[in-house]
């Protein structure tokens, strides 16, 4: 319906289901208006806006393969990209432009696109745009290009802003909608739902049972966010399944590195936010599973519209937690659906072995013998010269960053020459590790050393109060003040000869006050010196001082404080501050100064 109006030039809102064929509806007229590529014609005439980069892809493969005989020259030009690539091929020139927005007036800003001749304008999902906040991109870029122009919005679903921005932008727009109640109400449906509530900690057994089901094929999984993404893949790569995240803070050359891998069958399962839910065309997904509620009935809509396109059947899962219960009525009844109580479902119920084919006994770990996809790593990462910062990966790829780092050989260490006390650490090594003689003892150790003895170099000790701590103090002796000495008998020394059988345990040989030549278990002669005993006086204590006498109150609750009497008959009364003014002003007046002399000489 929407193809001869779009050929006639007319302006156009097309509604349809998802998996109708609405890139064609715009694609195919788009086309025959632009016509055979020529060669001094190097600006644009046909121009696609789509919200997400995957689609905008999507759009560029349909319209190569109707533009096959004509040949075309269509541009895929949208974010996580080089620039350089797209500034060449703007250069050497373009007929149709598909693009993200953000993109769009970035080349348009740096002068190396101009929409001056665009004669058809496409806004592909138009309110999946205006839902992500593109609405003042769209703007702008509807005022870059000429007013006489035909303009077509497709999309799945209009809320009210895209009726509001028809009226501002559009020429009197013909609303085209490719549906049929009667058909659909007696037709049965492509796609058989399944609405289950279940338990957060379960989910991911059911998904397990779920994808061993008769009869799966490709399989996409939808969560609310990019985390919950990263754990579903985690969990179920551990379980033995082929998958693989996309999601926005994936680079460009990972999103489509998964894309590739999911259309080539190399993964099997599909994990990915709302941004792959508009657009995606892969065929042979049979499954659809809402790992997390949809915000929205638009959300589902287009979610489980991944499945059961072109006339092909499908699957769709929804699993509902308990506090998104409100959330699910209100799309039920936005979509008249019949699943307003959901039924509580568990890992061990029954009816997910009957509804889904999911053959008896299987558990959520895949077998070894059913392990035969080739993984995401089969699949290359192409180089697209990706712009601005490196965005984060999942925790598998950070693990495989890590152990990267740990592969590269180490820095060449310099060469250093460490020293000890001025000598190099070799000499100190080559001196410690000689072994030095033992002697052995011979009699008396207290005995004197003999004269023929050289004598040996003074080594540095530690003092005390100035003197060395192995020497005994030598007394000094005047005429004047002589002090008797006593003198104790010297103890003799247990001796032992030192042999390989019965050796003395070593022990400290330094003492304060003792030679450090003395071992242990020896006793040397000790010398006291007594100095000015007898004639010292007798050291008297202080008498104590009287405390003042306790006094206990007869009641605890009474407070009673005597201070005690420190005054002595000799003690003079000390003034009052009335006498001592009185007395000033007596010394300051003229007549006490002509008494005071007078009563001096009667002194």
């Known amino acids: 319906m929407a193809l001869p109006l779009a050929l006639s030039g007319q302006d156009i809102i097309g509604q349809a289901r998802t998996g109708t064929g609405k890139t064609y509806a715009?694609?195919?007229?788009?086309?025959?208006?632009?016509?055979?590529?020529?060669k001094n014609r190097k600006k644009p005439r046909g121009l696609v806006v789509v919200p997400t980069r995957e689609l905008a892809l999507q759009v560029t493969e349909d319209l190569v393969t109707a533009a096959g005989k004509l040949g075309s020259r269509i541009l895929t030009v949208y974010g996580g990209r080089a620039y350089e690539p797209q500034i060449e091929a703007l250069k050497q020139g373009v007929d149709v432009i598909v693009g993200t927005p953000g993109r769009l007036l970035d080349l348009v800003k740096q002068k190396h696109l101009d929409l001056s001749q665009i004669a058809m304008l496409v806004l592909d999902e138009a309110d999946r745009m205006l839902d992500l906040g593109f609405l003042p991109d769209i703007e702008r870029i509807i005022k870059l290009v000429p007013a006489e122009r035909q303009t077509m919005l497709f999309s799945a679903t209009l809320p009210g802003e895209i009726v509001a921005l028809s009226r501002r932008y559009l020429n009197r727009p013909t609303h085209v909608r490719a549906e049929n109640n009667d058909a659909e109400a007696e037709a049965t449906p492509q796609t058989a739902q399944f609405v289950w509530r279940t338990h957060r900690m379960d989910k991911i057994e059911i998904m397990g049972r779920l994808l061993q089901c008769e009869g799966r094929g490709l399989t996409m999984v939808f969560c609310e966010t990019k985390r919950a993404c990263d754990m579903v893949v985690e969990q179920l790569k551990e379980r033995g399944f082929a998958a693989a995240a996309v999601h926005g803070d994936l680079g460009q050359g990972q999103r489509e590195q998964a894309l590739r891998a999911f259309r080539n069958g190399k993964i099997d399962v599909l994990v990915a936010t709302d941004v792959a839910a508009r657009g995606i065309d892969v065929d042979d997904v049979t499954h659809v599973v809402n790992y997390d509620c949809p915000q929205d009935e638009k959300s589902y809509v287009h979610r489980i519209g991944r499945t059961g396109r072109a006339g092909r059947t499908g699957v769709?899962?929804?699993?509902?937690?308990?506090?998104?219960?409100?959330?699910?009525?209100?799309?039920?009844?936005?979509?008249?659906l019949p699943f307003a109580e959901p039924v509580e479902t568990y890992s061990t119920s029954p009816h997910i072995y009957s509804d889904l084919g999911i053959p008896e006994g299987t558990k959520g770990v895949?077998?070894?013998?059913?392990?035969?996809?080739?993984?995401?790593?089969?699949?290359?990462?192409?180089?697209?010269g990706e712009t601005g910062r490196v965005r984060s990966r999942s925790r598998k790829g950070r693990d495989d960053d890590r152990e990267e780092r740990r592969e590269r050989p180490a820095r060449t260490p310099r060469e250093r020459r460490r020293t000890r006390g001025g000598r190099s650490v070799e000499g100190v090594e080559q001196v410690i590790a000689e072994p030095r003689p033992v002697e052995e003892p011979a009699g008396d150790i207290l005995a004197?050393?003999?004269?023929?003895?050289?004598?040996?170099?003074?080594?540095?000790?530690?003092?005390?109060?100035?003197r060395t701590t192995g020497e005994t103090p030598a007394p000094v002796a005047s005429e004047e003040n002589q002090s008797p000495v006593i003198e104790l008998p010297p103890v003799e020394a247990d001796v032992t000869p030192r042999n390989e059988e019965s050796a003395p345990r070593r022990g400290r040989t330094r003492k304060a006050g003792l030679n450090p030549e003395v071992t242990l278990g020896t006793t040397p002669p000790v010398q006291a010196e007594v100095s000015g005993w007898d004639d010292e006086p007798d050291y008297e204590a202080p008498a104590p001082r009287p405390q003042p006498e306790k006094i206990i109150p007869p009641s605890p609750f009474a407070v009673i404080f005597q201070s005690p009497d420190l005054a002595t008959d000799d003690d003079e009364i000390a003034p009052s501050a009335a006498s001592e003014r009185a007395q000033s002003r007596r010394r300051s007046s003229p007549r006490g100064q002509q008494r005071g002399p007078r009563r001096g000489n009667q002194a």
């Open 26 to 38: 715009f694609g195919v007229a788009m086309l025959q208006r632009v016509g055979k590529p020529r």
């Open 366 to 384: 895949l077998p070894r013998a059913n392990r035969s996809r080739a993984g995401l790593a089969a699949e290359e990462v192409e180089d697209l």
């Open 316 to 336: 769709a899962v929804t699993f509902v937690e308990w506090e998104d219960l409100t959330r699910w009525k209100v799309i039920n009844n936005a979509l008249s």
């Open 448 to 466: 004197e050393e003999p004269a023929s003895r050289p004598a040996e170099e003074p080594k540095a000790r530690r003092t005390r109060g100035g």
